[in-house]
């Protein structure tokens, strides 16, 4: 069984910072990789950032040198921290985990990130 909980969406001007958190509770299951997706009202859902099972990072162009995943091995936490953002960031984002056993794609329930004046 594996459980995405995610936290720290909200309303952010433009050139404002978010860090969205999510804690994962797994039993059973091996993950693979861990990473953020988001999806905007009619359009694709897409990976934003992620963790290979290596842990290396990969990130989307849009976001290179504003965004930053991290995780917290102990705390079983990964997080996403967003810098200078922009109305087009906006987006219902989504914590992903890759894992052993069915369904192997995991989602969280997904926390709403509205950059706006």
């Known amino acids: 069984q594996v459980q995405l909980v995610e936290s720290g969406g909200g309303l952010v001007q433009p050139g404002g910072s978010l860090r969205l958190s999510c804690q994962a509770s797994?039993?059973?299951?091996?993950?693979?990789?861990m990473g953020w997706y988001r999806q905007a009202p009619g359009k694709q859902r897409e990976l934003v950032a992620g963790?290979?099972?290596?842990?290396?990072?990969n990130y989307a162009d849009s976001v290179k040198g504003r965004f930053t995943i991290s995780r917290d091995n102990a705390k079983n936490t990964v997080y996403l921290q967003m810098n200078s953002l922009k109305p087009e960031d906006t987006a219902v984002y989504y914590c992903?985990?890759?894992?052993?056993?069915?369904?192997?794609?995991?989602w969280g329930q997904g926390t709403q990130v509205t950059v706006s004046s």
């Open positions: 963790f290979t099972s290596g842990g290396s990072t």
């Open positions: 992903n985990a890759e894992g052993s056993v069915y369904p192997y794609d995991y």
């Open positions: 797994i039993s059973g299951v091996s993950i693979y990789a």
